[in-house]
């Protein structure tokens, strides 16, 4: 079993910006990929940023140029620092990690993040 803790969602101003954390109970350099997913209300889960063991990283179109995720191997942890956020990014946002030959995925409880005007 993996546990992942996330934390650094909250309220922030169109154009503000945050940074996401999410913290493995296990090394992260054994896991396939790592990353980040939002679910809006009424919408579906989506993928907005993976980065896999081997460094490529994935980004979703709708925030390319304005997140990046980026991992620190020493702490287990993974980030996503958020940047010019707009309405349309307020969601719950998950971590994920998928892992061994079956990329088993593993998910963090979400940390809600709320852009407003």
């Known amino acids: 079993q993996v546990q992942l803790v996330e934390s650094g969602g909250g309220w922030v101003q169109t154009g503000g910006s945050l940074r996401l954390s999410c913290a493995a109970s296990?090394?992260?350099?054994?896991?396939?990929?790592m990353g980040w997913y939002r679910q809006a209300p009424g919408k579906q889960r989506e993928l907005v940023a993976r980065?896999?063991?081997?460094?490529?990283?994935d980004y979703a179109e709708a925030v390319k140029g304005r997140f990046t995720i980026s991992r620190d191997s020493a702490k287990n942890t993974v980030y996503l620092q958020m940047n010019s956020l707009k309405l349309e990014d307020t969601a719950v946002y998950y971590c994920?990690?998928?892992?061994?030959?079956?990329?088993?995925?593993?998910w963090g409880q979400g940390t809600q993040v709320t852009v407003s005007s």
């Open positions: 296990q090394n992260i350099s054994s896991f396939n990929n």
């Open positions: 980065i896999t063991r081997g460094g490529v990283i």
């Open positions: 994920n990690v998928r892992i061994g030959p079956t990329l088993r995925p593993y």
